[in-house]
């Protein structure tokens, strides 16, 4: 399984960023996908996940109102629109996706058993 995360990039504060993932190599519908982000000298912490079903969504309390996690099965893609950046949203972006098919959704790196290389997102001030 490979996934392939873009749309990174340096803006300032306030602006807005679409990232993407795409992934290949297997089915993508019954799984669920998530992003995670890390920060310099920071552990890796949870963003966004969204079901295999796509009914449910789940939120870092930090970003809740200001991203939006969605896919498109037909496209094996996820997303992560990023509304009214601040610097502190910056950080390396890591999509992930749930290896297990059908599960409940999970916040944890352990629940996750793909990772894309991750993309650079930069917040001046």
């Known amino acids: 399984v490979q996934l392939q995360a873009s749309g990174g990039g340096l803006v300032q504060g306030g602006a807005s960023l679409s990232l993407s993932c795409t992934a290949s190599?297997?089915?993508?519908?019954?799984?669920?996908m998530a992003w995670f982000r890390q920060a310099p000298g920071k552990q890796r912490d949870f963003v966004a996940a969204i079901s295999w079903s796509v009914r449910l969504t789940d939120y870092a309390h930090s970003v809740k109102g200001r991203f939006t996690i969605s896919r498109d099965n037909a496209k094996n893609t996820v997303y992560l629109q990023m509304n009214s950046l601040k610097p502190e949203d910056t950080a390396v972006y890591y999509c992930?996706?749930?290896?297990?098919?059908?599960?409940?959704?999970?916040?944890?790196?352990?629940?996750?058993?793909?990772w894309g290389q991750g993309t650079q997102v930069t917040v001046s001030s």
């Open positions: 992930a996706m749930d290896g297990d098919r059908w599960q409940v959704l999970g916040r944890e790196e352990a629940e996750y058993d793909y």
């Open positions: 190599g297997r089915t993508f519908s019954p799984s669920n």
